[in-house]
């Protein structure tokens, strides 16, 4: 598991793919509201213009020396829904970054976020 604490401080480094192939520049960390667990971490892509966030899960990511390793392709990550470099995610496209993964989505019981930017 990854601890928020010691993600941080990758802000800024490669984020890679299961074969090694680059995503893009790790820029935040979001954990899980239930359980305030890492659970995504927004990364930057496009290269030069237009540059924008994309999420992708944290579950069983790997740290190494300069980069975060994730279980997911390239190709996939890019795909999935996305945010201009100042914006934030809207409460109500937060379940189809869930869905682009096949993950569950699991909102508070009064309608709280799933995800929280730490």
Request: charged share 25%.
């Amino acid at each position: 598991m990854i601890r928020i604490a010691d993600i941080r401080d990758w802000r800024t480094h490669d984020v890679v793919d299961a074969g090694g192939t680059k995503i893009g520049t790790l820029e935040a960390v979001s954990v899980d509201t239930s359980t305030d667990e890492p659970a995504m971490a927004t990364v930057l892509v496009g290269l030069p213009t237009p540059r924008h966030l994309v999420f992708v899960p944290l579950n069983g990511a790997i740290v190494g020396p300069g980069y975060v390793k994730v279980d997911y392709d390239r190709s996939l990550v890019k795909k999935c829904p996305a945010i201009g470099t100042d914006d934030v995610l809207p409460t109500e496209d937060e379940a189809a970054v869930f869905a682009h993964y096949g993950l569950p989505y699991q909102p508070g019981a009064k309608g709280e976020r799933q995800l929280a930017r730490r």
